[in-house]
Nanobody, 126 residues
Framework: QVQLVESGGGLVQAGGSLRLSCAAS????????MGWFRQALGKEREIVAS????????YYADSVKGRFTISRDNAKNTVYLQMNSLQPQDTAVYYC???????????????????WGQGTQVTVSS
């Protein structure tokens, strides 16, 4: 069982930056690939970025490439999402997720993730 708690969301002006954090419980954090998803009002939940168990491989949605950076610190059981050059279309609830896997690669599909955080709101004003 893994419990995930996100933090770092808030209100920011367009062009600004935020850093989301997701703290995980348990002693097997390094066994899980981690991902960040977001869900805007009235839209489907979509993947934003994901990272492999050891942090060696990452995946980004096209919409955030070059602006967002995912990273993890396995010693601290924490995954981060650095978000730069934020735009109003980035407004959404952001969710952290964990997926158990034996493969050393990021997981990119929602169904591959077993555990989810409660979400943190990110609002970007124009």
């Amino acid at each position: 069982q893994v419990q995930l708690v996100e933090s770092g969301g808030g209100l920011v002006q367009a062009g600004g930056s935020l850093r989301l954090s997701c703290a995980a419980s348990g002693r097997t954090f390094s066994s899980y690939a981690m991902g960040w998803f977001r869900q805007a009002l009235g839209k489907e939940r979509e993947i934003v970025a994901s990272i492999s168990r050891n942090g060696g491989s990452t995946y980004y949605a096209d919409s955030v490439k070059g602006r967002f950076t995912i990273s993890r610190d396995n010693a601290k059981n924490t995954v981060y999402l650095q978000m730069n050059s934020l735009q109003p279309q980035d407004t959404a609830v952001y969710y952290c997720a964990a997926g158990g896997t034996v493969w050393p690669r990021p997981l990119t599909r929602r169904y591959e993730y077993e555990y989810w955080g409660q979400g943190t709101q990110v609002t970007v004003s124009s």
